[in-house]
């Protein structure tokens, strides 16, 4: 998922990561100082229309490596989060680093996620603009509910839940979507996904440019 305008991030805000709270984190997760960044994938790319398999093998180094490269492309594309399969990967994974709407810095990786609305007498939808790094460029506004709990594994296979209020839940929301192989623009209506691709082809050119000028700063 993409982020407005690239949120403030410094070392000392709260932050959870996997859920948890700590004192303080870096600006940019440690996983991102050891990955590579990938191409991001672009929609209408069959990966990014069907569901993804099951990881079943915890603890390597291919998925570390793999968790490790999604960070650092997440961060080079100002993005919010980042599924697998936006890297090209047939994976059920994503990582985020993500603000909920109290100032709480949410950072982590989930895999195997499954999510978990609230049921449908109590949602609250929040209407907001949206973006996915793989529609670069465009923004749309889309209802979403205001909390979201995912339940999952981390790269070792211990249990995860890691729970989401307001800009966090839509977070949750979009990336357990692309691993059922949607984006945001499958809940749009026709007329708003026909605005959106237009937007993205005016627009893309500009994000790439950026993104490569991003990856040169960190030198990647």
């Not at 993804?52 to 080079?76: H, N, Q, W």
């Amino acid at each position: 998922m993409s982020v407005h305008n690239e949120p403030s991030r410094p070392v000392d805000r709260r932050v959870r990561v996997q859920g948890r709270p700590v004192d303080s984190w870096p600006v940019r997760s440690p996983e991102a100082e050891r990955g590579t960044v990938r191409r991001i994938t672009v929609v209408g790319e069959e990966i990014l229309g069907r569901p993804c398999r099951e990881v079943t093998e915890f603890g390597s180094p291919a998925l570390s490596a793999l968790i490790d490269d999604m960070f650092v492309t997440m961060y080079v594309a100002e993005g919010a989060g980042l599924a697998a399969n936006q890297v090209d990967v047939d994976l059920r994974l994503f990582v985020y680093d993500c603000p909920d709407d109290h100032g709480v810095r949410h950072v982590g990786h989930v895999v195997n996620p499954v999510l978990e609305l609230p049921p449908p007498h109590s949602r609250r939808l929040l209407d907001d603009l949206e973006g996915c790094l793989s529609v670069p460029g465009a923004t749309m506004g889309l209802p979403r509910t205001d909390r979201a709990v995912v339940h999952g594994f981390d790269q070792n296979g211990s249990p995860l839940v890691i729970e989401g209020t307001g800009y966090f839940a839509r977070c949750l929301e979009h990336e357990s979507d692309h691993l059922l192989g949607h984006t945001y623009l499958d809940r749009l209506s026709a007329r708003d996904r026909k605005d959106a691709l237009r937007t993205m082809a005016d627009r893309r050119a500009d994000v790439f440019a950026r993104r490569a000028d991003r990856a040169a700063e960190l030198g990647r």
